[in-house]
T-cell receptor, first 115, second 112 residues
Framework: GEQVEQRPPHLSVREGDSAIIICTYT??????FSWYKQEAGAGLQLLMS?????DRKEEQGLTVLLNKKDKRLSLNLTAAHPGDSAVYFC??????????????FGKGTVLLVSP | GGIITQTPKFLIGQEGQKLTLKCQQN?????MYWYRQDSGKGLRLIYY???????QKGDLSEGYDASREKKSSFSLTVTSAQKNEMAVFLC???????????FGPGTRLTVL
């Protein structure tokens, strides 16, 4: 089955710096890629998602890059601020036989942005 | 918009006890999920229900039962709580297809 590796597990940056989180996956049939943010004591919140025909998507200070050749997905917070401190998860999916798209999650990156 | 409500927020049980976690959503979503979140291990799927009256096992279903009482609610039962089960249990829902999932705030389980 699909395997997802996420790195780094912990990331500490200063306010205004960029923060980059990377996920690699194994299944070449993977069709959908997403990033979630989890703040302390809360559930996961969908940040951005892309389909496999998209290489780059930018939205509100976030950039998602997809390299299908290397099976690599990245999230770049271009100018991080303390409110971005949270745990970030990548999630990928491909359809199973029933057409349902099971999500496989990375293990998460704890991001700390200091003033 | 909608919301997912999980009850209780904190659940403390005794080893061997049967414990039930509840989830309600008002998105009118067809599909609902239960995940277990352990520190450093990401999310693992326990059970999911594609539509009302459907029930599917995930990767971690042993030791758990689930029930989709109606479209808006999905319950998870820990059949015999074990001390190594202390974790956060997250409920989620989505439209058919399951790509964009919306999560509840979680139930934190502690087993004494």
């Amino acid at each position: 089955g699909e395997q997802v590796e996420q790195r780094p597990p912990h990331l500490s940056v200063r306010e205004g710096d960029s923060a980059i989180i990377i996920c690699t996956y194994t299944d070449s049939a993977t069709a959908y890629f997403s990033w979630y943010k989890q703040e302390a004591g809360a559930g996961l919140q969908l940040l951005m998602s892309v389909l496999s025909n998209v290489d780059r998507k930018e939205e509100q200070g976030l950039t998602v890059l997809l390299n299908k050749k290397d099976k690599r997905l990245s999230l770049n917070l271009t100018a991080a601020h303390p409110g971005d401190s949270a745990v970030y998860f990548c999630a990928v999916s491909a359809s199973n036989d029933s057409g349902y798209n099971k999500l496989t999650f990375g293990k998460g990156t704890v991001l700390l942005v200091s003033p | 918009g909608g919301i997912i409500t999980q009850t209780p927020k904190f659940l403390i049980g005794q080893e061997g006890q049967k414990l039930t976690l509840k989830c309600q959503q008002n998105f009118n979503h067809d599909t609902m999920y239960w995940y277990r979140q352990d520190s450093g291990k990401g999310l693992r799927l326990i059970y999911y229900s594609i539509t009302e009256n459907d029930l599917q096992k995930g990767d971690l279903s042993e030791g758990y039962d689930a029930s989709r009482e109606k479209k808006s609610s999905f319950s998870l039962t820990v059949t015999s709580a074990q001390k190594n089960e202390m974790a956060v249990f997250l409920c989620a829902s989505s439209g058919l297809g399951g790509r964009e999932q919306y999560f509840g705030p979680g139930t934190r389980l502690t087993v004494l």
